[in-house]
């Protein structure tokens, strides 16, 4: 499957973004969508992922209750809603896809597919 990161871009500390991750050649219906990050210097880092069927949630402490992922299945898509970002949040932006249990799911190393990423920078 390939995955196509979009919507990143600079915006203030407080603003907020949507993320996109298209999906092509094959549809999300059997996989487990997510979201990384990794700023300069940093490890990549989990985000948030969505199971596809089910819709089931998961998140990073430390974006839980200002991030929100979606999925719109008609258009094989899953979104990353950012709100009251901070500059700490800045980094590049990588959506993931794969079946990897709950388990390791934060682990960067479970997934199979990668986006390209799309840089988030947020300014103080």
């Known amino acids: 499957v390939q995955l196509q990161a979009s919507g990143g871009g600079l915006v203030q500390a407080g603003g907020s973004l949507r993320l996109s991750c298209a999906a092509s050649?094959?549809?999300?219906?059997?996989?487990?969508v997510g979201w990384f990050r990794q700023a300069s210097g940093k490890e990549r880092e989990f985000v948030a992922a969505?199971?596809?069927?089910?819709?089931?949630?998961y998140y990073a402490d430390s974006v839980k209750g200002r991030f929100t992922i979606s999925r719109d299945n008609a258009k094989n898509t899953v979104y990353l809603q950012m709100n009251s970002l901070k500059p700490e949040d800045t980094a590049v932006y990588y959506c993931?896809?794969?079946?990897?249990?709950?388990?390791?799911?934060?682990?960067?190393?479970?997934?199979?597919?990668w986006g390209q990423g799309t840089q988030v920078t947020v300014s103080s």
């Open positions: 050649g094959r549809t999300f219906s059997s996989y487990r």
């Open positions: 993931s896809a794969g079946r990897p249990v709950q388990s390791v799911m934060r682990m960067a190393s479970s997934w199979d597919y």
């Open positions: 969505v199971i596809w069927s089910g819709g089931s949630t």
